[in-house]
């Protein structure tokens, strides 16, 4: 299935590359290229837990368990568009920062085919590998926000884990003043997902990891010095689909609302090179409201749970997180404020150490557009979390997490 996975990624590169190609030999408007990049660099000063990229606790992105100021390259990424006619086109994100294994990484790679259509109701479909549709946050280019630097706990978990291979199907109803749509998917690859739940907890941060990425989980409580474990997020392995589908109504272009039903199918018994596959499903709801004056209201919540079996027994995680998010424009400055509220049940407990948890975090951030292309972001975040785990490791069970960045992004 790795392989699989990897060839048809590698289809969706060469057909871009082949796009590209014919560009240069034809005057016709198609096949056409169009690229488009992001440079997204940051000064850091954190007073953290150590990250959990370093194989920790910590919840954010940056930090080495101490106060600390550092100038981080937190993306540099290139996207490529071809078309290849009126219906058809691609979609590849490739991406670079010091945080992900490779040099250089495919973060999401789908074609996508939308025939032209003069009735209100019309079609759309993508297959490759892509994230699901469950992020009011992450609309900007390369999967990021025009909000904040750091996601929400929900959509930071969906950039770590639900990305998967499949194919989405939507049909979309465009009226005078309500638009409503369904979609659903077939999904694959994503058998690991709720691994970083279970060992690390919910966390808050921008860190995309890439299609054959790895990071470090955090020590288990219950064998401390057991070997440094990494973590593969991308990886089939049971080859059973699963499924995610929803529907969304928008009023007037003003008010939204989103629900999205997610199952990996996951085998929970099954097992690959030491992998196990986390049997994981959820449902998300979301709104959006837009007021006058700029101001934009986000509001999402998601809950579900997550079951793996070591043969003795099943291990069962439960979870939850909500956030509430505020953001007024002003010309070329925006200011947002958001709320998270996020907890796991661990509900086999009494087997072992308790890897439940709960906490809350706020968000601060200003952005100022110095030109179209430049955009300059100041954020404060401050996440408290209680772990009753990170005793046995010799950390505080109640831990707060501060983190101020600067930063600036060029959208070429």
Request: aromatic share 12%.
């Amino acid at each position: 299935m790795k392989r699989l996975l990897t060839q048809a990624l590698l289809g969706v590169s060469l057909v871009t590359a082949t796009a590209d190609f014919a560009c240069a030999q034809t005057d016709d408007d198609f096949p056409s290229v169009d690229l488009h990049g992001l440079l997204d660099a940051r000064l850091v000063y954190s007073d953290t837990e150590q990250t959990w990229l370093d194989g920790d606790f910590g919840k954010t992105r940056y930090g080495d368990g101490d106060t600390a100021t550092q100038l981080r390259l937190a993306e540099a990424s290139l996207i490529v568009l071809p078309r290849f006619n009126w219906s058809t086109s691609g979609y590849l994100h490739l991406k670079a920062d010091p945080e992900q294994v490779h040099a250089v990484d495919v973060v999401e790679g789908y074609l996508a085919y939308q025939p032209v259509s003069t009735q209100s109701y019309h079609f759309r479909a993508k297959l490759g590998a892509f994230y699901p549709p469950i992020s009011l946050e992450n609309t900007g280019i390369g999967w990021t926000s025009p909000y904040t630097l750091s996601y929400s706990a929900i959509n930071t978990w969906v950039g770590e884990e639900l990305r998967g291979l499949g194919a989405e199907a939507a049909v979309v109803h465009n009226g005078e003043l309500n638009d409503v749509s369904l979609v659903a998917a077939l999904t694959a690859a994503n058998d690991r997902a709720g691994t970083l739940l279970y060992r690390r907890g919910w966390a808050l941060h921008d860190f995309k990891p890439g299609i054959n990425d790895t990071y470090p989980l955090p020590p288990k409580p219950w064998s401390p010095n057991a070997p440094q474990e990494l973590e593969t997020p991308f990886l089939e392995i049971d080859e059973r689909a699963g499924y995610y589908a929803g529907a969304n109504w928008r009023y007037d272009k003003r008010y939204s609302v989103h629900v999205l039903h997610f199952d990996n199918r996951a085998d929970p018994a099954s097992r690959e090179s030491d992998e196990a596959s986390w049997l994981t499903q959820f449902t998300s709801i979301g709104t959006q409201l837009e007021l006058d004056d700029g101001v934009t209201l986000l509001a999402q919540y998601m809950t579900g749970d997550t079951l793996i079996d070591v043969g003795t027994r099943d291990i069962v995680l439960d979870y939850r997180a909500a956030y509430v998010l505020a953001s007024k424009a002003l010309g070329k400055h925006r200011v947002t404020l958001r709320g998270d509220w996020f907890e796991t049940t661990h509900l086999d407990a009494s087997y072992g150490s308790d890897l439940s948890e709960d906490g809350w975090a706020a968000t601060a951030a200003y952005s100022y557009a110095v030109t179209p292309q430049q955009r300059v972001f100041l954020e404060l975040l401050d996440v408290d979390s209680y772990r009753d785990s990170r005793e046995a490791l010799g950390h505080d069970e109640d831990a707060t997490d501060i983190q101020f960045q600067i930063g600036y992004r060029l959208f070429f």
